[in-house]
């Protein structure tokens, strides 16, 4: 993806001398409504109406690949209080929670178009004595099926109205009316079956369901 900076953003990264640091400010989620923030700096910073706690954090290096996407990210935060840790323990290791992530300059603290941002998901978290590291992904695993496709008898694989389903209101017949929706199966009030009894009940000539996106030669398993 493309990062976006503002024009005060690259006038300052631009600047030959006298730049103030740069830091990276992290909003996590530690529960359902309750996020912690948290600034890689010696001391907080306050940024878009919000103040960002100081706290020893290192990450790997941040490096795009072909497409500007950070598809992997280390951090690691100091867990000489437990402070972290405790959240670690008593939510699930913080699992699939957010983090997001800014960029900004300390002399641009006052605009909040200045900052370069990036949205993250934990996949990993371990702790030990001296740090609690996450391992940051920008692919949220949970949200996506894998594999792209799977083979079922039962059930259709097309999208209801998509080209590879064919049910369109502008070539639907007349006497056949529009669906809301599909209960992509193949049998039923609102399946497949009973979308194509809609053509036959006008007199044309149906399409499903041999449309039908499932495999219902697939073997059932032997109990």
Not at 17 to 42: I, K, R, S, T, Y
Not at 108 to 136: G, H, M, Y
Not at 210 to 215: H, I, L, N, T
Request: glycine share 6%; with cysteine.
């Amino acid at each position: 993806m493309v990062h976006e900076i503002s024009a005060s953003g690259r006038e300052e990264k631009n600047k030959p001398e006298n730049q103030q640091p740069w830091v990276v400010l992290f909003e996590v989620q530690v529960g359902d409504a309750e996020w912690v923030f948290l600034v890689n700096n010696e001391e907080d910073v306050t940024f878009n109406g919000r103040t960002y706690k100081r706290f020893p954090i290192s990450i790997s290096e941040l490096e795009e690949n072909a497409r500007g996407d950070l598809p992997v990210l280390d951090v690691s935060v100091s867990n000489a209080t437990r402070e972290v840790q405790s959240f670690l323990e008593r939510r699930n290791g913080l699992l699939d929670r957010s983090v997001k992530l800014y960029i900004v300059s300390t002399a641009l603290l006052s605009d909040a178009s200045a900052a370069v941002s990036q949205q993250f998901t934990i996949t990993s978290s371990f702790a030990d004595a001296e740090r609690v590291t996450f391992r940051l992904s920008q692919l949220p695993l949970v949200e996506v099926k894998m594999p792209h496709q799977i083979y079922s008898r039962s059930r259709c694989r097309w999208e209801f109205k998509s080209p590879e389903c064919g049910w369109s209101l502008p070539s639907l017949p007349a006497g056949v009316g529009d669906s809301a929706a599909c209960t992509k199966l193949r049998t039923g009030i609102g399946g497949c079956e009973w979308h194509g009894q809609q053509y036959t009940d006008a007199g044309q000539t149906s399409l499903w369901p041999a449309r039908f996106g499932g495999f219902p030669t697939i073997p059932r398993r032997r109990q």
